[in-house]
């Protein structure tokens, strides 16, 4: 095996490329370009392909193959329906993201005409509809389905709920023209987890009928390959990265904090553990391989969000924290902030505004974390106070990487990724609390995911090699 791979990603904002030689494992270079997905995709990827080629003096016959990932023009968005939003819609939700989709809405119970109305105003990509153990709650489902056949939306339905009722809910929607995939439920018993059979059609769906609507034919055209959503490749690496591969090892458990302009991605891979032997554990089962997507923590799209949510005072004590040399000057943190949600491919120039991005960042970091860890509270039952845990135990986990353009290009990427770690102040957030740290210094993560398809040893030895360890100040 010899030769050049050159692993695309159409971001949102940014459309990149890396270059890898498979048979040496390394890193050969990376450019980037604008991405320009509302005129012709391919004129950002050129852009960004003349320069790797020119810098890293490569030549285009040397190039053995190509592989892509996307989350341009928003992205793969779906909408989650089940019935008990703790329980179906839940599951229906974790199936989602795990795919690689950003979840736009979620609803539980029977949708009325107001939701569909919300749903068809939101243009998904594509809509999961489940509800109902196997066996169990049969009405909730097919009464949706009915709502679904009577609104205007036409992209495809993929059904994942009771079977029981599986041709009656594909036969309504059918007849109504709705494009309808059918698959095993994402909750079978109350107690069981089963998104597997739903991720991998969503995958499907999204090469056969998504990357031709997102204008994203021709790319895929010159790459040869199918296009994968970007979360659902560093979800990939994350995975590979933390099991390893036949005979080369992983680091073991980890999670990756990704934060972008748009959003903000937390990656977990590992066991959930009660927190203590004492612990009761309610909710779902966790998944063992996790993703959240937080669609309000883009510290570009929602940086007027992330400042509220911490307050001014406390977003400009950080702000000083990290620029010092601030004290003193009169600056309005506001009034930029503004600008950057209104300006969305703005670039730091200043020292300043260098460091506005890093309290964005390490804000967003820090809740986002928090929220896809779980939760240790006391309660009060008849057999007196226990500790209930909800949600995924983060304490133990041995590994934290920090990827994404702030970790390549920021001031101070250690202090966003310090943010992620378990909080004295907050010992309900069962985050993690003494991990190694690292820092995806290439912004390779996506291109990892790729490679694992075909290369996966090759692919875990160039993460393992080019991961950049760190240590996180007290």
Not at 17 to 28: G, K
Request: hydrophobic share 45%; glycine share 10%; with cysteine.
């Amino acid at each position: 095996m010899t030769g050049i791979y050159l692993l695309i990603d159409f971001g949102s904002t940014y459309t990149k490329i890396m270059a890898v030689d498979i048979a040496r494992e390394v890193i050969l270079g990376r450019a980037q370009a604008l991405t320009t997905v509302d005129t012709d995709i391919t004129i950002g990827l050129n852009k960004a392909l003349s320069e790797l080629l020119a810098t890293c003096r490569i030549d285009e016959g040397h190039i053995e193959g190509k592989y892509a990932s996307s989350s341009a023009a928003g992205g793969l968005k779906m909408a989650a329906i089940g019935l008990v939003p703790q329980l179906t819609v839940e599951a229906a939700r974790r199936a989602c993201l795990g795919a690689g989709a950003k979840v736009v809405c979620g609803y539980g119970f029977e949708i009325d005409e107001a939701i569909v109305a919300e749903i068809e105003a939101a243009k998904c990509d594509i809509i999961l509809l489940c509800g109902g153990t196997d066996g169990g709650d049969k009405n909730v489902i097919v009464r949706n389905a009915g709502m679904l056949a009577r609104s205007t939306i036409n992209c495809p339905v993929l059904v994942a709920g009771n079977r029981v009722v599986n041709d009656k809910v594909r036969s309504i929607m059918e007849e109504a023209g709705k494009r309808v995939c059918v698959t095993k439920n994402v909750l079978p018993s109350i107690d069981a987890l089963e998104v597997e059979p739903a991720q991998a059609l969503i995958r499907e769906i999204f090469i056969a009928h998504i990357t031709k609507a997102k204008g994203l034919q021709k790319a895929q055209e010159f790459i040869g390959s199918p296009i994968v959503p970007t979360p659902k490749a560093t979800l990939q690496a994350a995975a590979l990265l933390a099991d390893g591969m036949h005979n080369e090892p992983g680091i073991g458990s980890l999670v990756i904090v990704e934060v972008g302009g748009a959003t903000t991605n937390i990656h977990s891979v590992g066991d959930s553990s009660p927190a203590t032997s004492q612990t009761v554990v309610r909710g779902l089962p966790e998944l063992r391989v996790k993703r959240t997507v937080e669609g309000d923590l883009g510290i570009r799209y929602n940086a007027p969000t992330i400042y509220d949510f911490i307050g001014g005072d406390v977003f400009f004590a950080r702000l000083r924290a990290a620029a010092p040399s601030i004290d003193g000057q009169e600056y309005d943190a506001a009034q930029y902030i503004a600008y950057l949600s209104r300006n969305v491919g703005h670039v730091p120039t200043t020292d300043i505004e260098f460091n506005v991005d890093t309290v964005l960042a390490e804000s967003a970091a820090s809740i986002a974390v928090q929220r896809h860890a779980g939760t240790l509270r006391q309660e009060f039952t008849v057999v007196g106070e226990v500790m209930v845990q909800h949600g995924k135990n983060l304490v133990p986990t041995k590994n934290l990487i920090g990827t994404g353009g702030i970790f390549k290009y920021g001031l101070h990427p250690e202090r966003i990724l310090k943010s992620a770690l378990f909080d004295a102040e907050a010992p309900w957030s069962l985050k993690p609390k003494n991990p190694q740290t690292y820092i995806d210094r290439e912004y390779m993560l996506y291109g990892i995911g790729l490679l694992a398809e075909d290369f996966p040893v090759h692919a875990l030895r160039i993460a393992k090699k080019y991961l950049a360890q760190t240590s996180l100040q007290p």
